[in-house]
């Protein structure tokens, strides 16, 4: 792509003594609470257990973090650049390059995994691999192209799912090997960025909420149309992409449902309901609870079988404001 | 004290006494992105919402309510819970009431997921129960609303 981004057309000196949208200045202290670097991560503890997966399964792995590290490079370098024109408020213009830099910090972090693990000829074959393939690069591209269009709430549409869609047939894998007590380590590492693209897609997802309530009713519901129809256009070629990574270890079908859980929060995040039944959204429960340990939700209270919950499990309640 | 302070401290406790008072057994709490507040609506159950803004009257449950709300905070869960939560829950009124919590939350958040709601419920000393994600999906709020109403059915039982 050689088109110019726009740039922010006005700019006048940011004052965070006047704050027009509390949710900035909560979302900017959110990231900066959330900051971290790949090398607080001890990396090189994976090592032994790296050495215990088969060719193939090491083959997968770098091929789904560089795949990811596209995505993160895409959304550092374009993607959440391409938000700052059209910010409402100073202050969002701030936390869109917060989140630029945090994307460059996880593009980053995937490096800090490979130099740990591989050996620089296995690097390089998978960067090779990721410009070789199809439905990575069209990802890609689809997504690009909404960045560098005219749509500023069709942008933030494109980058919301970008954040809380696409990179999730990537993440399920570390969470697969997490759950069987494998690259333990990096795990944690990709549950940092996990966490940081919730917040991105949260607030980008809000930020698109609130450029709703400014238009009529008919460009209301053309976003709406065109949200869904992204979505389908990105899922399929998700579906694709993720059979290229996981036929070899037979975990598409597992990855699918991942793909199908996401996708409803990816949707839920900018507004809209739920697209895709329960039936497709069960999660195996061992990649849940290794995305959230806390997320064993087989038995809630009303389901009568939740007899765990009746006393509070243990977390420490004392860090609140409490007057009891 | 000088008569200045002291006629801006009167200002202050009128303020803090100004109250709305709610008989509704689902109480929720909601930020300015609203996803707890869709899904309370959703419900199509009698709600009451805890201010977001400390200038508006403070709310005071007169019935046993159950106390919905998201979690909030930093990477350690320390201040998770939403300090219009926690003040709702200083007066001593309210906390005697409250019967159970139900959680909204991300598994994103990982360990800190539905935190604040699990904070409260073993604060309160009250089941936690039910949890969802973002705004909930509609398997979400069928479970609740049955859920609620077995619960509701279950203490009026209990108390006769």
Redesign the interface.
């Known amino acids: 792509m050689t088109e110019k981004l726009k740039l922010a057309g006005h700019v006048e000196a940011i004052n965070w003594n006047r704050i027009q949208d509390d949710k900035d200045v909560e979302v900017w202290n959110r990231l900066v609470n959330n900051f971290w670097l790949p090398e607080k991560i001890p990396l090189s503890n994976d090592v032994q257990s790296w050495n215990t997966l088969t060719e193939a399964e090491k083959l997968l792995t770098m091929r789904v973090f560089t795949g990811l590290t596209l995505l993160d490079t895409l959304q550092g370098t374009v993607g959440a650049v391409s938000l700052i024109p059209d910010a409402i408020t100073p202050h969002e213009e701030a936390v869109y390059t917060n989140i630029a830099f945090m994307e460059s910090v996880h593009a980053k972090s995937y490096s800090s995994i490979f130099s740990t693990l591989a050996s620089t000829k296995d690097i390089d074959e998978a960067f090779r691999w990721s410009t070789e393939n199809e439905n990575l690069q069209k990802k890609a591209q689809i997504i690009e192209s909404y960045y560098y269009g005219e749509d500023p709430l069709k942008r933030k549409i494109a980058s919301t799912l970008l954040e809380s869609f696409l990179f999730y047939s990537g993440f399920y894998l570390p969470m697969y090997w997490s759950s069987r007590a494998k690259l333990t380590n990096t795990a944690d590492l990709i549950r940092l960025i996990i966490r940081d693209e919730a917040v991105h897609g949260y607030y980008i997802g809000y930020k698109f909420q609130k450029g709703l309530e400014k238009v009529s009713e008919e460009r209301r519901q053309e976003l709406k149309d065109y949200t869904f129809e992204l979505m389908f256009e990105l899922y399929e070629n998700e579906v694709q992409y993720t059979h290229d990574l996981y036929d070899g270890v037979g975990l598409a079908e597992d990855v699918k449902k991942f793909l199908h859980y996401n996708a409803n929060k990816a949707l839920m995040n900018l507004g809209y309901e739920a697209m895709f039944p329960a039936s497709v959204t069960d999660v195996n429960p061992a990649i849940l609870s290794a995305l959230s340990p806390n997320a064993d939700e087989n038995h809630d209270f009303f389901s009568g079988s939740g007899s765990s919950y009746v006393i509070g499990k243990a977390v420490n309640t004392e860090d609140e404001d409490w007057d009891f | 004290m000088p008569t200045s302070a002291l006629a801006r401290s009167r200002v202050h406790d009128n303020a803090i006494a100004a109250e709305v008072h709610t008989k509704n057994n689902l109480i929720y709490f909601s930020?300015?992105?609203g996803?707890t507040h869709?899904f309370a609506e959703k419900l199509d159950l009698e709600c009451a919402r805890i201010p977001l803004k400390s200038h508006e009257p403070h709310l005071v449950a007169d019935e046993p309510f159950v106390l919905l709300l998201p979690t909030?905070g930093?990477?350690k869960?320390?201040?998770?819970?939403p300090?219009q939560v926690?003040k709702f829950?200083?007066d001593?009124r309210n906390?005697h009431l409250i019967a159970?919590v139900i959680g909204a939350g991300?598994?994103?958040?990982?360990?800190a997921?539905?935190?604040a709601a699990?904070?409260i419920?073993?604060?309160c000393?009250v089941?936690?129960?039910?949890?969802f994600?973002?705004?909930g999906?509609?398997?979400d709020v069928t479970?609740?609303h049955?859920?609620?109403e077995?619960?509701w059915t279950r203490k009026s039982q209990n108390l006769k």
């Open positions: 930020s300015a992105s996803y869709r909030y930093g990477e869960g320390e201040r998770s819970i300090p926690v829950l200083n001593a906390r159970g991300n598994t994103n958040f990982g360990t997921y539905c935190l699990r904070k419920a073993a604060k000393n089941p936690l129960l039910y949890k994600e973002l705004m999906t509609p398997e479970r609740v049955q859920g609620l077995v619960f």
